[in-house]
């Protein structure tokens, strides 16, 4: 697998015009933040179609809330979901190990076309799942998840996608950052050589649809939150081929 990585031609790893996608994504997160903050009913009623109301105990206050969001505790979720958040680490893994066997064989010469990529899909994650949502939005956004609202059973009141005036205090709601790192990996799909596309390719697929799936499902997060979180890591993957591809030694460009 290596050797196709090391021989990819230079015109079948370009990615086309990097910074027309970046604008383009980076527009279209900015659309859908305004559509989920002007219509929040949009994530109430999706939140609402997978909650299931239940009877409250006696002792709660009169017009309390009681439920539950019945996939959270599925099986079949909790194990698919143990399976799904390894992947990005997996995916780590291959890429560093890419960048690592390149430099031992090309030597002075290992900042190839595809190793240039495989940087720039780390520093999308370290730099869009890992600070900007995990440590930045997640730390300071103040919404609470679904399952910690009013309206679906918890105590906090709810607050439309990018209000930042919620009650949560940490690891809030505002963005997923497991949808983030699904859409990671989707972008991972153009990194593989064309023989690899099929039989990695769907797979990476699949399972970039089906993280943030499930946390809406499980109450985990509002649809908002996991929409914006997935496709912000294309505007930042985006982001960074554009560097590469501006600032990058031409010898070295996709």
């Known amino acids: 697998m290596y050797e196709d990585y090391v021989a990819y031609p230079k015109r079948a790893a370009s990615f086309g015009r990097p910074l027309a996608s970046f604008l383009a994504l980076s527009a279209l997160w900015c659309l859908l933040l305004l559509l989920f903050n002007r219509f929040p009913q949009i994530d109430l009623s999706v939140a609402g179609s997978v909650f ?65 990529q495989c940087v720039a899909a780390l520093l999308s994650l370290a730099i869009g799942c890992g600070v900007i949502v995990n440590l930045i939005l997640k730390a300071f956004s103040g919404r609470p998840r679904p399952r910690d609202t009013d309206l679906f059973g918890g105590v906090f009141n709810f607050v439309e996608a990018g209000s930042f005036a919620g009650q949560c ?63 912000l890591s294309l505007v930042i993957f985006a982001a960074m081929l554009t560097v590469f591809e501006i600032f990058g030694p031409r010898s070295a460009r996709p």
């Open 52 to 116: 299931t109301n239940g009877p409250c105990a006696s002792a709660d206050p009169v017009g309390d809330v009681c439920g539950m969001f019945g996939y959270d505790r599925d099986r079949l979720f909790v194990n698919l979901r143990s399976i799904t958040l390894v992947l990005p680490y997996i995916a780590v893994v291959v890429l560093l190990a890419v960048i690592y066997l390149s430099w031992r064989k090309l030597g002075p010469h290992w900042r190839t076309p595809k190793v240039n």
């Open 169 to 231: 205090l940490k690891n809030c709601s505002f963005i997923s950052g497991e949808s983030s790192s699904a859409g990671w990996l989707l972008c991972l799909v153009l990194l593989l050589p064309p023989r690899w596309r099929l039989p990695l390719g769907v797979p990476l697929a699949v399972a970039s649809i089906i993280m943030p799936t499930m946390r809406v499902l499980t109450g985990a997060h509002y649809l908002s939150d996991a929409v914006l979180g997935w496709l």
